[in-house]
């Protein structure tokens, strides 16, 4: 596939010029030069969560996957009991994590349309004093949901509950600060909202919790104590790091910092949203959420009940015309989701929504019957 391809996805995601470009080079991974750029990285995570000296930041080799493995069993003990807050597939991705390594958990499910009742939540949790962990995904790119962070961590703050952020598709977008939330470790990737490419995770905690976990891992790769005790002393990383992805993440990182941080990203981002809203909008598409409720990462939206609307077909035209999309990842609707992240603004929002104008006028689909 040589003809440019938009994503319009929640990562990978479309990357810049400057960061494609700076993986054209091959780097020592024992090298000074390289060891700079993993510690400089590791030290711009953490001040994007506000974090000072008494935060450090653990990198893994891995998807974001491998990286929320990584967190759940170095800081939860496997006689210990994990709250999950499940609103979509990634909540339920953390449940089988726990299931795996038969870590004892209790799923707080509710519909992955429809915000947290925190009210619920304390009254569950203080029922069960068992639980001393809480598992929670900031943002469910499922649908697209934002999940209420604060409310979350004031409630585990108060009831001395050890909280567990993926926030894999938030950070970068959505404001996250040491200063105003409490939480054990947060965990998210290279190649989602800060616009790096895949194959980078990374954990941030707190140095004294992290000391805490040492010999808790029971996957040597995944040991995120002796990855940073090992950066710590060598400033390498235990195993073959990836290491253009490292370096692409240094370049997009400071990108990220030239836009503004968390705060013009999100200005970006929500400008992206607002144009997808009211552009499919024109042609008939309602989104699934309301917006208070609606993060500027992914949209979903309802597919219409026109039998001459068949998702494949709509995928391969917009794929044909430059554009690729995510299936829905709904249990009960058929939807399909448009990312409004990455290297893209109004310009490109604007494209995609003509082809799929195009696309419902060539079909003769009836897009108001949902």
């Not at 992955?112 to 009254?123: A, C, H, M, R």
């Not at 499922?142 to 926030?167: F, H, Q």
């Not at 058929?334 to 419902?360: A, P």
Request: charged share 25%.
């Amino acid at each position: 596939m040589t003809k440019k391809i938009l994503l319009f996805t929640p990562g990978p995601l479309t990357t810049s010029t400057k960061t494609k470009k700076s993986m054209l080079y091959d780097w020592g991974s024992w090298d000074n030069d390289f060891n700079d750029i993993t510690k400089d990285i590791r030290n711009r995570l953490v001040k994007t969560i506000k974090g000072n000296k008494n935060y450090t930041c653990i990198p893994l080799q891995g998807s974001g996957s491998f990286g929320v493995e990584a967190m759940i069993i170095n800081f939860v003990k496997r006689n210990e009991k994990i709250l999950i807050l499940i609103n979509g597939a990634y909540g339920e991705r953390i449940k089988k994590i726990c299931d795996y390594h038969k870590i004892k958990n209790y799923p707080f499910i509710w519909s992955e349309e429809e915000i947290l009742d925190v009210k619920k939540l304390k009254s569950v949790l203080k029922k069960n004093k068992a639980i001393k962990h809480l598992a929670f995904v900031h943002c469910e790119t499922s649908t697209g949901i934002v999940n209420p962070l604060n409310e979350v961590s004031n409630l585990c703050k108060l009831l001395r509950i050890n909280l567990y952020i993926d926030a894999m598709s938030s950070f970068g977008a959505l404001e996250i600060d040491v200063n105003k939330i409490s939480f054990k470790a947060i965990v998210a990737s290279s190649n989602k909202c800060l616009e790096g490419v895949p194959g980078m995770c990374y954990v941030i905690s707190k140095i004294s919790d992290l000391k805490k976990c040492k010999n808790n891992s029971d996957n040597l790769c995944m040991d995120l104590y002796d990855q940073w005790q090992y950066m710590e002393k060598t400033g390498r990383w235990r195993y073959t790091p990836p290491t253009h992805v490292v370096v692409a993440f240094q370049e997009a990182l400071k990108q990220f910092e030239k836009e503004g941080l968390t705060k013009g990203r999100f200005k970006r981002y929500n400008n992206n949203l607002n144009k997808l809203l009211s552009g499919m909008k024109k042609i008939g598409f309602d989104s699934l959420l309301p917006k208070k409720i609606q993060s500027p990462i992914i949209v979903t939206f309802l597919s219409p009940k026109d039998k001459k609307f068949i998702f494949e077909n709509f995928y391969k035209y917009l794929k044909k015309n430059g554009f690729i999309i995510y299936p829905g990842k709904m249990a009960q609707r058929e939807s399909f989701r448009i990312g409004c992240i990455g290297y893209i603004g109004e310009k490109e929002i604007n494209k995609l929504v003509n082809q799929i104008e195009k696309f419902i006028k060539i079909k003769k689909i009836s897009v108001n019957s949902f």
